[in-house]
């Protein structure tokens, strides 16, 4: 279920009042749109598009791609064909360009139909491309894939040559686009050697336009020498470099709803496995939230091992035990019982504890946590500039 709330903003806990949903998601439309404006000045004079594969990083292909649309932003990126014919349908009519970065994973026709622009890695796809009827009209555009040096998807930036020899590439692509491996770490070799590489492999296609930055890139000043930059994490407000701090505005809250709270005594312990034991008198809120929503059972807290936290008013609570499916429990002794009866719900996303925060305590990156988002939480979309 999803609801529209257009002056709340995320400084502000979700109320609970008329949902049934054990924890509340909500998305911040005009923080989206003020991050893709700071991407597209960081960017001059290359164009902006949006990658908003993953169900637009967690946040909802339709309620992001629109408000990108508004702000200006008229090229996409998915991951899959599914996700480009949401994005297609969501515009309704609205001219735009949207790229299926996995490349042609179905018939050329259902490209073709849904005006959607495969990003062509491999041979034998754009032997299947070329191979394509297309009746009184202009050949069908692509975007051609080359691997610098990720080795993931693309073609071999020493095959390209030889490829273009042999009259593999037909027509030319409209895009020609590469991936940096380490651009989060701009001081990384790799990153130049990509560079080289891929502007002497655009010898080969003069004059079809370039894209080879993302979110990173993008902040570390590299797609100001390319046609097309393509960011994706900053644009929901997650960390894209590695040092320094985040300019993005969060974009994501997640309010978890108080179910319980517990004293427990000295010596008595929580959850699972009773890996977590209090060392005094204790009150233990526990949430409708776990890692079947997205909140990662690496979170979990024990006797030795440090875990999540969640916040209240901006006070940081950390974890108590073991994150289960459905439910966590936290530690707010510290909390005025007054306070936790107001709010009934701790924030385990949001301004005091970002994506960020939450994936450097779980060993991993703010990409898995927002893409990672329950489908059931109840969604709560606001615009902060509406």
Same mark, same amino acid.
């Given at each position: 279920?999803?609801?529209?709330?257009?002056?709340?903003?995320?400084?502000?806990?979700?109320?609970?009042?008329?949902?049934?949903?054990?924890?509340?998601?909500?998305?911040?439309?005009?923080?989206?749109?003020?991050?893709?404006?700071?991407?597209?000045?960081?960017?001059?004079?290359?164009?902006?598009?949006?990658?908003?594969?993953?169900?637009?990083?967690?946040?909802?292909?339709?309620?992001?791609?629109?408000?990108?649309?508004?702000?200006?932003?008229?090229?996409?990126?998915?991951?899959?064909?599914?996700?480009?014919?949401?994005?297609?349908?969501?515009?309704?009519?609205?001219?735009?360009?949207?790229?299926?970065?996995?490349?042609?994973?179905?018939?050329?026709?259902?490209?073709?139909?849904?005006?959607?622009?495969?990003?062509?890695?491999?041979?034998?796809?754009?032997?299947?491309?070329?191979?394509?009827?297309?009746?009184?009209?202009?050949?069908?555009?692509?975007?051609?894939?080359?691997?610098?040096?990720?080795?993931?998807?693309?073609?071999?930036?020493?095959?390209?040559?030889?490829?273009?020899?042999?009259?593999?590439?037909?027509?030319?692509?409209?895009?020609?686009?590469?991936?940096?491996?380490?651009?989060?770490?701009?001081?990384?070799?790799?990153?130049?050697?990509?560079?080289?590489?891929?502007?002497?492999?655009?010898?080969?296609?003069?004059?079809?336009?370039?894209?080879?930055?993302?979110?990173?890139?993008?902040?570390?000043?590299?797609?100001?020498?390319?046609?097309?930059?393509?960011?994706?994490?900053?644009?929901?407000?997650?960390?894209?470099?590695?040092?320094?701090?985040?300019?993005?505005?969060?974009? %994501?809250?997640? *309010?978890?709803?108080?179910?319980? $709270?517990?004293? #427990? =005594? /000295? &010596?008595?312990?929580?959850?699972? @496995? +009773?890996?977590?034991?209090?060392?005094?008198?204790?009150?233990?809120?526990?949430?409708?939230?776990?890692?079947?929503?997205?909140?990662?059972?690496?979170?979990?807290?024990?006797?030795?091992?440090?875990?999540?936290?969640?916040?209240?008013?901006?006070?940081?609570?950390?974890?108590?035990?073991? %994150?289960?499916? *459905?439910?966590?429990?936290?530690? $707010?002794?510290? #909390? =005025? /019982? &007054?306070?936790?009866?107001?709010? @009934? +719900?701790?924030?385990?996303?949001?301004?005091?504890?970002?994506?960020?925060?939450?994936?450097?305590?779980?060993?991993?990156?703010?990409?898995?946590?927002?893409?990672?988002?329950?489908?059931?939480?109840?969604?709560?979309?606001?615009?902060?500039?509406?």
């Amino acid at each position: 279920m999803a609801e529209t709330a257009p002056t709340a903003g995320l400084d502000a806990a979700a109320s609970f009042d008329g949902v049934n949903a054990g924890a509340i998601l909500t998305i911040d439309l005009g923080a989206i749109r003020r991050n893709y404006r700071h991407l597209c000045k960081e960017a001059l004079p290359s164009r902006t598009a949006a990658v908003v594969k993953a169900n637009a990083y967690g946040c909802g292909i339709e309620a992001v791609v629109p408000a990108l649309y508004k702000e200006g932003c008229r090229t996409f990126f998915t991951a899959l064909p599914d996700e480009a014919v949401r994005v297609r349908k969501t515009l309704d009519g609205l001219a735009a360009e949207i790229y299926v970065l996995d490349g042609l994973l179905g018939a050329p026709a259902d490209y073709v139909d849904s005006h959607l622009r495969p990003v062509i890695g491999d041979p034998y796809q754009m032997a299947v491309w070329n191979a394509h009827p297309v009746i009184d009209q202009p050949p069908a555009p692509y975007a051609l894939h080359l691997d610098t040096g990720m080795s993931r998807l693309g073609i071999r930036h020493d095959a390209l040559p030889g490829l273009r020899a042999k009259g593999v590439f037909s027509e030319p692509p409209a895009l020609l686009i590469t991936h940096m491996a380490c651009a989060d770490d701009p001081a990384h070799p790799l990153n130049r050697v990509q560079i080289n590489r891929f502007n002497k492999l655009h010898q080969h296609f003069l004059g079809v336009p370039t894209s080879l930055a993302n979110s990173a890139a993008v902040l570390a000043g590299v797609a100001k020498t390319y046609d097309l930059a393509r960011p994706g994490i900053a644009l929901y407000g997650g960390r894209a470099l590695i040092d320094g701090d985040n300019p993005m505005e969060p974009v %994501v809250r997640v *309010d978890a709803r108080i179910l319980q $709270v517990r004293t #427990v =005594e /000295p &010596g008595e312990t929580v959850g699972y @496995g +009773a890996t977590w034991t209090a060392k005094s008198e204790r009150r233990i809120a526990i949430v409708a939230a776990g890692y079947a929503d997205g909140y990662l059972r690496h979170l979990s807290q024990s006797d030795t091992t440090r875990g999540g936290m969640a916040a209240i008013l901006g006070k940081q609570v950390p974890a108590a035990g073991r %994150v289960s499916m *459905d439910l966590t429990a936290f530690d $707010v002794t510290d #909390v =005025e /019982p &007054g306070v936790l009866d107001a709010t @009934g +719900a701790l924030e385990i996303i949001g301004p005091t504890i970002t994506a960020d925060d939450i994936a450097d305590r779980a060993g991993t990156i703010g990409y898995e946590i927002l893409t990672g988002l329950s489908a059931r939480y109840h969604h709560r979309i606001i615009d902060t500039e509406n």
